[in-house]
């Protein structure tokens, strides 16, 4: 099985910055694009960013401003998130997500990921 656990969730005030980090265990595939998705009470699963897996190609939605950086490190297998300028708007809970793939691409839609951490919680205060 493979398993993914974040980190670096907690309470955080508005304005700062915050690194998110996902670590891969267990029979990893050979590669495997990753992507980071969250989910506040109430609301749909959204994408946050994405990332090849030799980590040259990323993909940010509009809704994040520009606030948020993926990036990975393969030798230790994990891959990071970066978000700058935190606002409430931000608190849910944030998702790391994997699927193996033959190409060097990366994937924006939770359903195509088969691969899912539990989760870290994000809290921004006022």
């Known amino acids: 099985q493979v398993q993914l656990v974040e980190s670096g969730g907690g309470l955080v005030q508005a304005g700062d910055s915050l690194r998110l980090s996902c670590t891969a265990s267990g029979r990893t595939p050979s590669t495997y694009p990753m992507g980071w998705f969250r989910q506040a009470p109430g609301k749909e699963r959204d994408i946050v960013a994405a990332?090849?897996?030799?980590?040259?190609?990323?993909y940010y939605p509009d809704s994040m401003e520009g606030r948020v950086t993926i990036s990975r490190d393969n030798a230790k297998n994990t891959v990071y998130l970066r978000i700058d300028s935190l606002k409430p708007e931000d608190t849910a809970v944030y998702y790391c997500?994997?699927?193996?793939?033959?190409?060097?691409?990366?994937?924006?839609?939770?359903?195509?990921?088969?691969?899912w951490g539990q989760g870290t919680r994000v809290t921004v205060s006022s």
């Open positions: 997500a994997a699927v193996p793939s033959g190409s060097d691409y990366y994937y924006t839609l939770a359903s195509e990921y088969n691969y």
């Open positions: 990332v090849n897996w030799s980590g040259g190609m990323t």
